[in-house]
């Protein structure tokens, strides 16, 4: 703001407030919020506007110097003023609504982007169910030579969505997924433990997919001769270890490097962050991996 501009609204507070004094109506009371709602749109701050005030004060020509007079001609300037303030107030609060407003805005973007991503991979994993439904029809006419070729096809995908997962529960949709890989690859890969029945549809996926990645990133990176899968049902939670022994890594340098090629990791996080979860890695060069997942599960 000028400082020409500054002097008149100055001018226009002390003329407004000498006004209200004199006669205390509500049109000059009104005159201090057109004017300190014209100072906070021009920018002007809670102090200057004080300033302003206290200038006025000084110069202002009061209507008769009797002691009880300028008593109550205090008491009106002060009223004056806070009623050119309550812009500021106002402006002050709407800013702090917006912040709130905004994040919620944000909370809500991100809840989405999280609900699409959950989607696709859903939407990737009915795909897949109806592409083994799929082979399923074709292998049966075909002759014997290509339906073996399109029975391992066939046992890759149920894999990938086991609907064992679904209809059996997650022990043995996970010993289904430990005898393929030792098929595949030659290693030992045990299941042992128990859930003692079945756990909500959300944490059997979780923990499902998490061993499966797991698993694969056993085979991928560390060479180990065995892998051994573990699960235990608690009171309060349900906790799945994969343990190889394999090479081992640096988790703490891997999980630094965000933003990194891997996802697997990350995705395991992700997945025990929605069902407030908690994920251990250790890892000793040589000595193998051990990934330990916990879910809280209601008694
Ligand atoms: N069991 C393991 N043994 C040895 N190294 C591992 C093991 N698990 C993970 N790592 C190391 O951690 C890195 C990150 O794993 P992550 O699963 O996040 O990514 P990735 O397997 O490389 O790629 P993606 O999973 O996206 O295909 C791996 O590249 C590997 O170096
Ligand atoms: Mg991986």
Do not use: W
């Amino acid at each position: 703001m000028s400082e020409k501009t500054r002097r008149e609204l100055g001018d226009q507070y002390r003329r407004a407030l000498e006004d209200y004094l004199d006669d205390g109506g509500e049109a000059a009371l009104a005159r201090a919020y057109e004017l300190g709602r014209k100072a906070a749109v021009d920018g002007l701050g809670v102090l200057e506007m004080a300033a302003l005030h206290q200038e006025a004060l000084r110069t202002c020509v009061l209507p008769l110097a009797a002691l009880e007079v300028r008593a109550k001609a205090a008491e009106a300037a002060q009223a004056f003023f806070r009623e050119s303030l309550s812009p500021f107030e106002m402006t002050h609060r709407a800013s702090r609504e917006a912040n709130v407003a905004l994040r919620r805005l944000n909370e809500r973007l991100e809840e989405e982007s999280k609900r699409i991503a959950h989607t696709l991979h859903d939407e990737a994993a009915q795909l897949l169910a109806s592409v083994h439904i799929a082979l399923d029809g074709m292998s049966r006419d075909l002759p014997p030579s290509a339906r073996s070729r399109l029975e391992e096809i066939r046992g890759l995908s149920h894999e990938l969505r086991p609907t064992m997962l679904d209809d059996l529960g997650l022990v043995p949709a996970l010993q289904f997924l430990a005898e393929g890989v030792a098929k595949r690859t030659g290693l030992s890969v045990a299941v042992s433990g128990s859930t003692h029945g079945r756990l909500p549809p959300a944490v059997e996926t979780a923990l499902y997919r998490i061993t499966q990645e797991a698993l694969t990133n056993a085979v991928r990176h560390a060479h180990p001769a065995h892998v051994k899968i573990q699960l235990q049902r608690e009171a309060r939670a349900v906790r799945c270890s994969i343990a190889d022994d394999g090479v081992g890594f640096d988790v703490a340098a891997v999980l630094a490097h965000r933003g990194g090629p891997g996802l697997g990791l990350v995705g395991i996080r992700e997945r025990l962050d929605a069902l407030r979860g908690s994920l251990q890695i250790a890892s000793t060069p040589g000595r193998g991996t051990r990934v330990h997942v916990a879910i809280p599960v209601e008694g």
